[in-house]
């Protein structure tokens, strides 16, 4: 298990604070994102994602773009969107961007597709959220065509058919690596085994072994289609100080800070201490010294029998260099720490 077992970032650039306390601009916490991919890929981390958002507390709404200035950087690491918004983006612009990527980064290129937590990108580019699940299957559809296959025809309702399309750069050493990101739809399981693709778990709140049903669905699902399942990840956030009560109290004011922010939007109650603390503890938060944080994801790993973990690394506005501690941390002693357990 340990040999192929992989481990990664996320990252919204999320907008930070500087020295002086104020927020950075998004420039700079672009910037600042692509020194935090250099040095993850320094140490050895196998994969780093930066997720698409079009809102004013996340710097990163292109991520291929950001990537591909990363990709410049960097010479063994994966590197993926840790979530393209499919729904409201065109199929045919997102193989290209990610193969031309893919190219750039002499085959480096990964991509997760999900259907959005946030939906601001549907009014901006013009897409009705009514057809929010209309808009996902179809547009997964014609992405599953487009990695597989030299020529392409396809038909539906929500854009133009093709017929013996071909689509380039073309790619090389087979199809991207595609996962569907899955937050707690059981639909969006089975899809991802329909497609034959690997599934990537977001779990942002709860005790993760809320998700081994999930996992018996997605194993049910190609059993049923006569097929050996593909690898299962998980995307969850995570911080790592020196020790337990640092990495509380430097993490704690900036998450309930981002965590109400998006509660008021969505009609949460306002986060409590112990809410935060349960979530350390026993929830979905890998936060703490090295060997706490060790010892939660390779509990993680053996309940939901994932083979990646990507820690979604930035916290609200976690100051940059907070930021390149925790990585620091992650690379040189969580993920020894973690093969060993799981040897």
């Known amino acids: 298990m340990t040999k192929s077992f992989e481990f990664g970032l996320d990252t919204f650039g999320d907008i930070t604070v500087g020295a002086d306390g104020k927020l950075l601009s998004h420039a700079q916490v672009i910037r600042d994102v692509i020194e935090e991919a250099a040095l993850a890929d320094a140490l050895g981390i196998e994969a780093f994602g930066v997720g698409e958002h079009h809102r004013p507390d996340f710097a990163i709404s292109a991520p291929e773009v950001v990537l591909g200035a990363i990709a410049g950087r960097t010479k063994r690491i994966a590197l993926g969107s840790a979530v393209t918004v499919l729904s409201s983006d065109d199929p045919v612009r997102v193989f290209e961007r990610f193969s031309s990527l893919n190219a750039a980064s002499s085959g480096r290129a990964e991509i997760t597709l999900g259907r959005g937590s946030f939906t601001e990108s ?32 396809w038909q539906g309702k929500t854009r133009p058919a093709l017929t013996d399309q071909r689509v380039f750069p073309t790619l090389e050493g087979g199809p991207l690596k595609t996962w569907i990101g899955v937050g707690g739809s059981q639909q969006s399981v089975v899809r991802a085994a329909a497609y034959d693709f690997p599934l990537m778990l977001a779990i942002i709140g709860g005790d993760p072994k809320r998700f081994v049903p999930y996992v018996e669905l997605y194993h049910s699902a190609f059993a049923q289609l006569g097929r050996p399942a593909q690898a299962i990840g998980l995307h969850a956030h995570g911080y790592v100080a020196d020790s337990d009560e640092q990495a509380r109290e430097e993490l704690w004011p900036h ?25 350390a503890g026993t929830g979905a938060l890998h936060i703490g010294a090295p060997e706490t944080v060790a010892r939660k994801i390779a509990a993680t790993a053996k309940t939901l029998g994932i083979v990646r973990f990507d820690m979604k690394y930035s916290q609200g506005a976690l100051p940059h260099d907070k930021l390149m501690r925790s990585i620091e941390l992650y690379g040189t002693k969580v993920i020894p720490m973690v093969r060993e357990l799981l040897a």
């Open 255 to 279: 998450y309930r800070v981002s965590r109400n922010r998006i509660g008021a939007e969505r009609g949460w109650p306002p986060v409590t201490r112990a809410s935060f603390d349960y979530e």
């Open 122 to 153: 549907f009014p901006l580019f013009g897409y009705d959220l009514a057809q929010y699940q209309e808009l996902f299957e179809e547009k997964l559809d014609l992405f599953a065509a487009l990695i597989r296959q030299e020529t392409v025809t």
